[in-house]
């Protein structure tokens, strides 16, 4: 083959790859920047909660390769129970659900505990241990701290009322097995909230 026939030949063959690259290139990062919903939670979430509308939102992310691990728009996790606790904004992932009613372990409840009885860095989310203690009067003999409860989730604070040295209102997640003596610890004593670190 002549040489101005190899040469061209070599030409038609680099512009050709060089064209595939950059089309390769062009379809990768339209690939790694395609967006989609996903479902997103709102607020922190505890472990064994069934989750409602008002916990969710829908929200365009670009997860590429990683998207199968996450529930997409086309799902409805609503009625799914958690697995693990949440954090606000955090992208629910399906190895973290279960539509199994038993693993739906927790309850919702509020109560409320004097301001100087909770530490001023507990937020949503936190994870805590609750005591309740009895204070000595009249030179009574002094009762022994009862632990009601760990792992406790902290699903909302309201401190509007500890200003003066008020209560603080608390709603959070805590294991049905335990519900009934932390109701009984309401009606005696005080209430004494633990963070778990920190």
Known sequence: MPPKKISYSRLIVSVALCAAALIASYAMAIAANHTEKFWVLIHPVAAGTQLEASDLTLESVALASSAH????HQSNPIG???????????????????????????????????????????VIGDVVSIFQLHDTKNGESPEKTHHIASGVFVNSIDRKGS???????????????????????TTSGRLVIVQSHG
């Open 69 to 72: 691990h996450y529930l997409s």
């Open 80 to 122: 799914s129970i958690t697995t693990r606790d949440f954090s606000g904004g955090e992208l629910l992932e399906r190895s973290s659900l279960t539509d199994d009613s038993e693993a739906m372990t927790h309850r919702q409840i509020s109560i409320s505990v004097r301001a100087a009885d909770i530490p001023s860095s507990v």
């Open 163 to 185: 200003n003066f040295g008020g209560e603080v209102a608390l709603t959070v997640s805590i294991d049905h097995d335990v519900l009934g003596d932390l109701l009984d610890a």
